[in-house]
């Protein structure tokens, strides 16, 4: 068992649950293969060496139907529990997911590979349902099984008793043994294939360059030989791997057919009845069939774990958000020592924090991300004065986007401190500071639903009228007048889609209805043509109004409404004149 | 808004059902098996083989064990004892031998469906697939075509070995007691016919009933995902946790009836093989008494009905994987089965080696019910001319710029290069006459030298060089500590949105073309790069005509001409 399978049972509660339902039914099943053995031997040698009829057997007849019935039965029920297991886990794992994403650690993930994250967390349970109806009811009954099989036959049958009990030992030596190399061969078995999956799937996506550049034939030849290379290299090493399946395989009906010639020579001797050979024959298969199925179930659960593995270390990521006012995850126990304030400032009874009449003070801030060692901010210091509107400029990589996430409350400062009035932020709740708050991002996100229901994101009981004027305020107007369905026209997954432009005014209308006393704009023309940028400007001047904002930008028109410049560099705000450096770069 | 992701995701949830169109699919697919049938029928037989083998150790042994206990000469056992032991070595030999054959038939057939798959989708790319979602048809049109190298191996290779095994088991069982059969069969066939064609069934009815739920919590998922921070600013995010729960619930009630449901299946299947075990006691314990059936039989009998059901249980899994690879035939078929709209004429004219690359009177539109996106466009690109066209997005520029390198053609209207049109040309002199940088240019993942060349395979060093200079990059590259050697990663993640633009615009200036159309070549780029690239292009390209497709109105003082496109007309600027 790799350390994942261990997370999986120890620490979802589904998990334990799942791993005890299997163990009990894989003692039963244990249990019922012995009855299912000694049953069929005893019909049989009733039949051949008694000369028993028909109506004289119909009791263990009617017994082994019983057992056989309640063999199936149990089989069934590995499979149903297995697979309920596999999405109670994955429902478990997600909803721990989403409260680490939106609660702990809310940070903009931009640019991470999401998607991947997303497939994991939702095609996962399919590739789960592998491990927990296939591998974990293999490797219970490897265990019971054989245990079963040999408590029952060493009374019946010392000598077949001990070769059985002898190959066991022999057959899991020869398992690691070669199973570690195996292992190795095919994880570069498993590595080729999905090399050559991605370069085809690289390929794909590229035809129209290729086509572009009248490579799509030459392309089609090189699918081949890349394909005829990695085939017969895969096959070099698949000739060894499939070797430790060959001494498995091996080792079973070799031992099935000495156990098989010993029982006849005892027998021959009269040493034994056939009732306890034919018993300790039948169970032969009974003992090496599990064995030799955890070996092939083995690669059919590795998806499953690496999709859990996948979400595990999400989870595994330390929360970004910490101080007494974050719900009572885990992680806010171990509370780095920098941010501990002293007792006598909690238990302070809290001031009113309102950015639109006091300063939004950063406070030597400095952040790092928790896996990372490089300080994103380095001493920042910053005063948001209410009212005005404060840019922020500096090449990418600066530290901008990290100033917007802690004026925000997505993340708290590593060291430092940032204050509304008397007030430091981390004594808030977040949800406390953040509605005052708004945000348009890069790339505003559109959710499934409406307009008026994505314009009422940050106020979800606004009624029709205000959700129309903060449409209209944000420029909305003409693409309301061009839908049917006006504020009520789906958008988001499967729905209409929009144009960054449109998008964008969709997040200003949500900062206008919210009526924010602080508003954050993260370079939100960046990805807009000229004509969008001009009217999404305008309308972010309206908004500015009364407000205190600030306003991340490459755009010098955006920067030329700012009451203020601040330039960054390498996480620290530079003294330079930074009105004479834009007018420098435009 | 990157639902990209997402609804890829949910539709590749919803399946087509498996009606006649897909089996015609799947059998189109099987073509590709032909070349390699003989390996096939190795595995094939090799796998009978194990399973003969298998079940023959099983009823060699009852019978020695039964004939030992009468207790004849141990000689008379001997021969019994080495066919066992043969038995046994040839079942796992032959078992190798299956796991060898098969894994490279799988491997050769993968690689014959790529590329036969490849050279159908390839005249289709961009024209006749378009759209926004094209990303996610190519994603799954590979995923469907790694789905298909199981068919012949794991879908219809085990109900030939099934068939295969049901027919020796009639032998033997016909040999040792005629009696026994008619049951033992029709366990067999229930286990091999209707349990599996039941599997398949609720398989795909449990898709179908869980796709719903599935797109439901799909779509809450990738949201979260990607819109946490956002959720969190709204005050949103206890409020989303509960509704991800719900939808959860939802699915997971759906899956606990089609857990039960599979289940079901499962002990329907044991059953059937305990109840052959049965039926041939049945038959067997009264043959015994009259005679009709050696004692020293009846356990060899027994052993026969248990092993026969090896070869069969690999079925409702074949099953399930069969009515998959149907699918998955079916969406190729939907996606690569059609004529494209762009041809090769069947005489294809000379390129004239001058002259000027010309739209006239271009009109354009996405369908038929839909408005003009070109509506009489003219433009004339000559030799060592740069022209900027600006538009805001979404008003057919790079429609124009596909229009240019033909991959699709206009409605009315004529393109054409040194007075012969465009569609009497061979698309490869087209492409090599009138080269274009896309807006999102591929980089393939290999080394940036080869990223490059790919435009031009004989291309000096010098020529790269002056293509990386041209491009702005040179810098860039020198100080990589692999040079050139240094790999973009998978679609260019490695390099950043600016150095892709420009490997990708560095391609595009090495190609030998006479024509040079750039989409957006500055997207990606600040303010003093952008114009630092777009003077480098427009000083460097000598007597090539240069076409600069952009939305921002950067170093417009450089080109020759500024068009602008609006409303599906030029108008100069």
């Known amino acids: 068992m790799t350390r994942t399978d261990r997370r999986l049972l120890r620490e979802t509660r589904a998990g334990r649950t799942q791993l005890l339902l299997t163990a009990g039914l894989g003692l039963a099943t244990a249990a019922i293969v012995v009855a299912q053995a000694a049953l069929l031997a005893r019909l049989i040698t009733g039949a051949a060496v008694h000369h028993q009829t028909l109506a004289r057997l119909s009791g263990p007849l009617a017994a082994l139907a019983c057992v056989i019935a309640v063999r199936a039965l149990l089989g069934g029920a590995f499979e149903v529990s297995g697979r309920i297991g596999a999405t109670r886990v994955m429902s478990e794992l997600r909803g721990r997911l989403a409260e680490h994403l939106l609660i702990r650690s809310p940070v903009p993930r931009e640019g991470e590979r999401t998607g991947e994250l997303a497939a994991a967390v939702v095609q996962g349970v399919d590739s789960l349902e592998a491990y927990f109806a296939g591998y974990l009811p293999q490797l219970v009954l490897a265990a019971a099984v054989p245990l079963a099989v040999l408590i029952w036959v060493v009374p019946l049958d010392p000598v077949a008793g001990g070769v ?5 030992p022999i057959l899991i030596v020869f398992m690691i043994l070669i199973g570690k190399g195996a292992q190795a061969q095919a994880r570069s078995r498993w590595r080729a294939l999905a090399l050559l999956s991605g370069h085809f799937l690289d390929v794909v996506r590229g035809l129209q360059t290729l086509r572009a550049h009248r490579r799509e034939a030459a392309q089609a030849d090189t699918i081949k030989q890349i394909g005829d290379r990695y085939r017969a290299e895969t096959m070099g090493t698949l000739r060894i791997a499939f070797l430790s399946a060959l001494v498995l395989e091996l080792c079973a009906m070799i031992g099935t057919a000495f156990v098989a010639a010993t029982i006849g020579i005892q027998l021959d001797g009269g040493h034994l009845t056939l009732l306890a050979g034919l018993t300790v024959l039948l169970l032969c298969p009974e003992l090496y069939g599990p064995l030799r199925a955890v070996g092939q179930q083995f690669h059919a659960s590795a998806d499953g774990l690496a999709a ?149 994101l940050g106020a979800p009981n606004a009624g029709r009228g205000a959700i129309l004027a903060a449409a209209s305020e944000a420029g909305l107007g003409e693409l309301l007048a061009e839908l049917r369905d006006g504020l009520d026209t789906p958008v988001g997954d499967g729905g209409r889609r929009l144009s960054a432009g449109q998008a964008q005014r969709i997040a200003l209308g949500r900062a206008f209805l ?10 939100p023309t960046a990805h807009l043509d000229a004509e969008s940028a001009a009217a999404v ?35 620290r705000a530079v003294a330079r004149d930074p009105r004479r450096a834009m007018a420098a770069a435009a | ?285 009264p043959a015994v008494d009259s005679g009709a059936l050696a004692g020293v039989l009846l356990a060899a009998l027994a052993f026969l009905a248990l092993a026969a059901f090896e070869g069969v249980s690999p079925l409702p899994a074949a099953a399930r994987r069969l009515r998959a690879c149907a699918e998955a035939a079916y969406r ?28 006239e009177d271009v009109h354009l539109r996405y369908g038929p019910d839909q408005p003009w ?79 490059i060349m790919l435009a031009r395979r004989d291309a000096s060093e010098q020529d790269l060089w002056r293509a990386l200079e041209a491009a702005g990059i040179a810098h860039w590259a020198r100080a990589l500590p692999d040079g050139l050697e240094t790999l973009v990663g998978e679609d260019g993640g490695l390099v950043s949105g600016g150095q892709r633009q420009r490997i990708a615009l560095a391609r595009a200036l ?64």
């Not at chain 1, 930008?553 to 330039?567: N, S």
């Not at chain 2, 190729?332 to 000379?350: F, H, I, K, S």
């Open chain 1, 164 to 168: 059985l009990a002898l190959s066991i």
């Open chain 1, 308 to 456: 859990a593995e996948r979400i595990l270390s999400v989870l595994d990521e330390p929360a970004t958000l910490s101080g007494p006012a974050t719900l009572g995850g885990p992680a806010t126990l171990d509370e780095p020592a920098t941010l501990a304030m002293p007792a006598s400032q909690r238990s302070r009874p809290r001031q009113p924090a309102d950015p639109a009449t006091a300063a939004l003070r950063f406070e030597a801030v400095s952040f790092s991300y928790p896996d990372r060692e490089e300080l994103v901010l380095d001493g920042f210091g910053l005063v948001l004065k209410p009212g005005c509107v404060t840019a922020l400029i500096g090449r990418s990589g600066a530290g901008k986007s990290t100033v917007a996430a802690l004026a925000l409350r997505l993340i708290d400062p590593t060291a430092g401190r940032i204050t509304c009035g008397a007030v430091d932020l981390r004594e808030l709740h977040p949800d406390e500071w953040r509605r005052q708050v708004a945000w348009i991002p890069q790339r505003a996100r559109l959710f499934a639903g409406t307009i008026a229901e994505n314009i009422a």
């Open chain 1, 514 to 523: 919210r009526d924010a006393r602080l508003v954050v704009l993260d370079e």
């Open chain 1, 537 to 571: 400007g305008g309308a972010i001047e309206r908004l500015a109004v009364g407000r205190t904002t600030l306003l991340i930008a490459h755009d010098t028109k955006l920067v030329a409404h700012a009451d203020r410049i601040v330039e960054m560099e390498d996480g």
């Open chain 2, 1 to 285: 808004m990157r639902s990209g992701t997402s609804s890829g995701m949910t539709s590749g949830d919803l399946a087509p059902s498996a009606g006649p169109a897909a089996w015609r699919s799947l059998l189109r697919a099987a073509h590709a098996g032909r070349a390699e049938s003989r390996r096939l029928l190795l595995s094939v037989l090799l796998g009978w083989g194990a399973v003969l083998a298998g079940g023959g150790l099983l009823i060699a042994s009852g019978y020695l064990i039964s004939r030992a206990a009468q207790r004849p000469e141990i000689l008379a056992l001997s021969v019994v004892i080495v066919l066992v032991r043969g038995l046994a070595i040839a079942r796992a030999v032959s078992r190798y031998g299956e796991r060898l054959a098969s894994h490279d038939a799988a491997l050769r057939l993968l690689g014959r469906l790529r590329a036969t798959f490849y050279r159908r989708l390839a005249p289709l790319v961009p024209g006749d697939l378009g759209g926004p979602r094209s990303g996610d048809l190519l994603s799954r049109f590979v995923g469907d075509v790694d789905v298909l190298q199981d068919l012949y191996l794991r879908a219809l290779a085990p109900p030939v070995v099934a068939a295969l095994t049901i027919a020796a088991t009639t032998i033997a069982a016909w040999l040792l007691l005629p009696a026994a059969v008619p049951a033992l069969i029709a366990c067999m066939l229930v286990a091999a016919v209707a349990v599996p064609a039941l599997a398949a069934s609720l398989a795909a009815s449990s898709g179908r009933r869980q796709a719903h739920a599935r797109a439901a919590l799909t779509t809450e998922i990738v949201e979260t995902i990607d819109g946490a921070a956002e959720l969190a600013v709204a005050g949103r995010g206890d409020e989303r946790v509960a509704r991800l729960h719900a939808a959860d619930g939802d699915l997971a009630s759906l899956a606990r009836r089609d857990a039960l449901a599979a289940g079901t299946a499962t002990t329907l299947g044991s059953l059937c093989a305990g109840l052959a075990v049965i039926t041939v006691l049945l038959a067997g314990i």
């Open chain 2, 332 to 359: 190729l078929d939907a996606l690569v089965d059609r004529e494209p709209t762009v041809r090769d004429p069947a005489v294809a004219l000379q390129l004239p080696c001058a002259g000027d690359l010309v739209l």
């Open chain 2, 373 to 451: 996106v070109l509506d009489g466009i003219d433009l004339r690109l000559a030799p060592g001319r740069r022209i900027a066209l600006l538009g805001p997005s979404g008003s057919g520029k790079s429609t124009i710029a596909h229009l240019l390198v033909r991959f699709r053609d206009p409605d009315a209207g004529r393109v054409s290069i040194g007075g012969a049109g465009v569609a009497e040309l061979a698309q490869d002199d087209v492409r090599r006459a009138v080269v274009l940088a896309e807006q999102d240019a591929h980089l393939f993942n290999t080394s940036i030298r080869e990223n």
């Open chain 2, 510 to 573: 090495l190609a030998d073309a006479r024509f040079l159309v750039l989409d957006e070549p500055t997207a990606h780029l600040d303010e003093v790069t952008a114009q630092q690239v777009i003077h480098d292009i427009l000083t460097r390209t000598g007597d090539r005509g240069v076409l600069v497709i952009t939305h921002s109105d950067i170093a417009l003082d450089q080109y020759d001409e500024v068009l602008e496109l609006r409303a599906g007309r030029i108008t100069r600027r």
